[in-house]
C-alpha cells in the first residue's frame, strides 16, 4: 500500500466491507484486475468533459464486479471534476421506459468530488453565484446592486438555457423564480421549485402559481432536463455527468410491452448520445450476458443489438475497453487473494495491532481463507462474502484481542440467510455437485478441503452437504 490514506477514510472503506457492501470511495486502493482500463477509459472521460459525449455497457455475471466497476469509474470523473449519478433500475420504481423517473433518480444520487447524493441545491445556488460573476466581469454590474443584477442574471439564465428551452421551457422559468424566492427570504417556494426542476411531480399548487409553471417532468421534456442539468453543472465547474444505470438486465422481467419500450428508450438515449444532443454526457450500463445475448433482452430488438454488438469470441485476454461493450471475467483465485491482501493491508496500516494483523492473518492465510469460501460458494461469486468474513470475523478480532489466533479460534461459518439471492444458487449447486462427486459416501456425506497447509490441519468440510443452510469449515 502506497498511498496515504486518511483514517475516516479507511474507516468508510473497511465498514462497508465488512458489512458486505461496496464502499462508496477508495475503490482504487483495491481495484484488483482493473489496471488495464484505465488508459482507455480516462481518455474517454476527458473527451467527455472537453465536451463530447459517450457511451460503455459493462456486462459480467453476478459477482463479477459490475457494481465495484461502475463506482471505481465514477471515482474516476469525479477526478476530473465530473458529476456523478448511479441509477438501480426497476421494473416498479425507475422502468427505463419513463424515463422522468429515470431523472428523478438521477437526481436523487448527483454528487460530485465535494458534495454527496442530493446535490443539486449545492450545484445550483454555485451556478446562480457564477452567473452574478458573470454579470458583473461583463457589464461591470455590482453585486449588491439588486436592481441591475436581477434582469441581467435571469436574461444569462434564458441565454445560458436556450437550448433546453426548446423542449422544456419552464426549466429555465423554475430557476429564474427559484432565485427570486430565494432573495425574497421565501424558503418555502425556493425548495418547492427546486424540487420541480428534481423532477418531483407533487409541488404544490401555490408554488406552481408562483412561477407560472404548468405540468411536470415527462416523457416529451426530459431531454430537455437533462440539457438543462448539463449545462448547469458546465458552467458552475463540472464540465460532464457521468450517469450509470445500474442492474439493467431487470429489463428482462418486464411485460413484453414495457420490456420493448425500455429496450426502444435505450436506443434512442445511444442515438442521441452519438448525435451530440448531450456534451458532457457519459452513459454507462451494466448488465449480465444473458440481458445482452438473450431474446428477453437486447437481442429482441434488432437496432439495439446492432448498436451493441461486439466481438466476444475471441480470448478474454485480448478484448479492448475501446469496444461499445466491456467484458468483466470475474474472479479466479489469484484475483481473489490479491484483493484480500490489499483489504489487508489497508486495514492494518497505522493500526495499533498492525505487527500481529500482518503476522497472523499472512498471505498464506487469506489464501486458505479465499479457497474456503470460494469451494463453497464459487469463486465467481465469492468476493462479497469473502471480504465480510475476512473483515468482521478475522481482522477486527485480531485487531481487538492479542490472544485471538484464526487458525486456532475461529471457525468459518456461511448460513443461508447472510447470501443474497446469486450467493445461495451457487452455493446450492456447488454443494449438488460435490455431494455427486463423493464416492461411496452417503446422502450426509462430508466434504474436506484443505485449508491452513502443512501444520495447519484441514478444513472441516460442509456439515450438510446437500442443503445451502449452513457450512462450517475449519481453518485450522
Known amino acids: 500500500m502506497t498511498r496515504k490514506v486518511s483514517r475516516a477514510r479507511r474507516r468508510q472503506i473497511i465498514d462497508a466491507l465488512g458489512r458486505g457492501t461496496v464502499p462508496q470511495n477508495g475503490l482504487d486502493l483495491f481495484a484488483v484486475g482493473l489496471e488495464r482500463f484505465e488508459k482507455v477509459l480516462d481518455e474517454e472521460l476527458t473527451a467527455t468533459a472537453s465536451g463530447r459525449s459517450g457511451f460503455k455497457a459493462i456486462r459480467g455475471e453476478y459477482g463479477s464486479g459490475k457494481t465495484f466497476f461502475a463506482r471505481w469509474l465514477a471515482e474516476r470523473a469525479k477526478r476530473m471534476r465530473m458529476a456523478t449519478s448511479e441509477i438501480q433500475i426497476s421494473d416498479t420504481q425507475t422502468p427505463l421506459h419513463r424515463l422522468e423517473t429515470v431523472y428523478r433518480a438521477l437526481i436523487g444520487g448527483l454528487s460530485t468530488a465535494s458534495s454527496p447524493p442530493s446535490a443539486l441545491r449545492e450545484i445550483v445556488d454555485t451556478w ?148 451530440g444532443r448531450f456534451p458532457g454526457l457519459h452513459l454507462v450500463i451494466t448488465g449480465t450476458p444473458a440481458f445482452y445475448d438473450g431474446q428477453q433482452g437486447v437481442q429482441q430488438l434488432t437496432p439495439l443489438a446492432q448498436r451493441l454488438a461486439t466481438d466476444f469470441d475471441t480470448d478474454a485476454r485480448f478484448d479492448t475497453a475501446r469496444a461499445v461493450q466491456i467484458r468483466l471475467t470475474g474472479f479466479d483465485q489469484d484475483k481473489l487473494v490479491q484483493l484480500g491482501c490489499a483489504v489487508r493491508d489497508l486495514y492494518a496500516e497505522g493500526n ?73 444458487n451457487a452455493a446450492r449447486g456447488t454443494t449438488r455437485n460435490a455431494a455427486r462427486g463423493t464416492a461411496g459416501s452417503t446422502a450426509r456425506g462430508t466434504a474436506r478441503s484443505t485449508a491452513g497447509g502443512t501444520g495447519h490441519g484441514t478444513a472441516r468440510g460442509m456439515r450438510h452437504p446437500l442443503s445451502a443452510d449452513e457450512v462450517e469449515l475449519d481453518l485450522t
Open 352 to 424: 495499533p495491532a498492525e505487527a500481529r494483523i500482518r503476522s497472523l492473518v499472512d498471505d498464506g492465510y487469506i489464501k486458505d481463507l479465499a479457497g474456503a469460501v470460494a469451494g463453497r460458494l464459487g469463486v465467481g461469486t465469492a468476493p462479497r462474502t469473502f471480504l465480510r468474513k475476512l473483515v468482521a470475523d478475522v481482522l477486527y478480532r485480531v485487531a481487538d484481542h492479542e490472544d485471538f489466533d484464526p487458525r486456532r479460534h475461529y471457525r468459518l461459518t456461511i448460513s443461508d440467510t447472510e447470501l443474497n439471492d446469486d450467493e445461495r
Open 128 to 275: 446562480l453565484l457564477t452567473l452574478e460573476d458573470d454579470a458583473n466581469a461583463a457589464e461591470g454590474i455590482a453585486k449588491d446592486d439588486r436592481p441591475a443584477m436581477e434582469p441581467a442574471v435571469e436574461e444569462l439564465i434564458e441565454s445560458r438555457l436556450a437550448e433546453a428551452a426548446q423542449t422544456a421551457p419552464a426549466f429555465a422559468t423554475a430557476l429564474r423564480f427559484y432565485r427570486r424566492a430565494r432573495l425574497a427570504g421565501d424558503q418555502a417556494t425556493a425548495d418547492g421549485l427546486l424540487a420541480w426542476v428534481g423532477g418531483e411531480p407533487n409541488v404544490a399548487a401555490g408554488v406552481r402559481r408562483y412561477a407560472n409553471i404548468k405540468g411536470d417532468l415527462d416523457s416529451g421534456n426530459v431531454y430537455g432536463f437533462l440539457q438543462g442539468l448539463l449545462v448547469v453543472l458546465r458552467d458552475c465547474g463540472h464540465p460532464g455527468l457521468l450517469v450509470v444505470l445500474d442492474e439493467i438486465e431487470t429489463l428482462q422481467r418486464m411485460r413484453r410491452d414495457s420490456r420493448e419500450r425500455s429496450l426502444n428508450t435505450l436506443r434512442q438515449l445511444i442515438d442521441e448520445i452519438d448525435k
